[in-house]
């Protein structure tokens, strides 16, 4: 059964500072790994999307890797801003294509 | 863009009582509807998979007679939490596979956050 955790849990930043949000998934047989952003009580938005056979996958200030073999991810976020404040998700795709299966998230705070 | 329209975004209702949540795909055909809930500080987790035309599938752990999925049209699926109680009082989330990117785009609603008092 796949497992997503996320370090760290929560995460305070002043703003401008570069950061690395982990993300670790426990069955390397995935579809894709996506990462999300949840504002407090909405809906998801989603940032950035790896397939499995892709390494990595940019957005603007965003930048996303994955290392199936060692079932790793990482976001990389580029000159914070106080708007980044959230929660990031990062989601593995089974193999089937359908379903995802979570992680826990990591807090975001930019101080401005 | 694709669009999943979810209602309500907020209920409170007093225990004992039963609730519908709608998601309403708007411009595109759902055949299929994920339904997840997430608790308080936890993970999103996936509770049922509604298919149009026949019945959910439930997760393990999940009472099937408590979540009620009625997924009647192409666009249109719904989750009804029958005689709820203060441990249902979670944030409830659809999702459905959008066919924008096929085999990976999925849109999500904006989420219900039911509170049972």
């Known amino acids: 059964k796949q497992e997503v955790t996320q370090i760290p849990a929560a995460l305070s930043v002043p703003e401008g500072e570069n950061l690395v949000l982990n993300c670790s998934f426990t069955?390397?047989?995935?579809?894709?790994l996506q990462w999300f952003r949840q504002d407090p009580g909405k809906g998801l938005t989603s940032l950035l999307l790896?397939?499995?056979?892709?390494r990595e996958q940019t957005s603007g200030r965003l930048n996303a890797s994955l290392d199936k073999s060692s079932g790793r991810s990482t976001l990389y976020i580029a000159a914070s801003q106080p708007g980044d404040s959230a929660t990031y998700l990062c989601?593995?795709?089974?193999?089937?294509?359908?379903?995802?299966?979570f992680g826990p998230g990591t807090r975001l705070s930019v101080l401005p | 863009g694709a669009v999943v329209s979810q209602h309500p975004s907020w209920v409170i209702c007093k225990s004992g009582t039963s609730v519908k949540i709608e998601c309403r795909s708007l411009?595109?055909?759902?055949?299929?509807m994920f339904w997840y809930r997430q608790f308080p500080k936890q993970s999103l987790m996936l509770m049922a998979t509604?298919?149009?035309?026949?019945?959910?599938?439930?997760e393990q752990g999940v009472e099937k007679d408590k979540f009620l999925i009625n997924h009647a049209s192409l666009t249109l699926s719904t989750l009804t939490v029958t005689s709820a109680h203060p441990e249902d009082s979670s944030f409830y989330i659809c999702?459905?596979?959008?066919?924008?990117?096929?085999?990976?785009?999925?849109?999500f609603g904006s989420g219900t956050r039911l509170t049972v008092v």
């Open positions: 989601a593995a795709q089974d193999n089937y294509g359908q379903n995802f299966v």
């Open positions: 411009d595109f055909q759902a055949t299929t």
């Open positions: 509604s298919n149009e035309g026949s019945k959910a599938t439930y």
């Open positions: 999702s459905a596979p959008d066919g924008l990117i096929i085999g990976y785009g999925y849109t």
């Open positions: 069955d390397s047989a995935i579809y894709n």
């Open positions: 790896i397939q499995s056979s892709q």
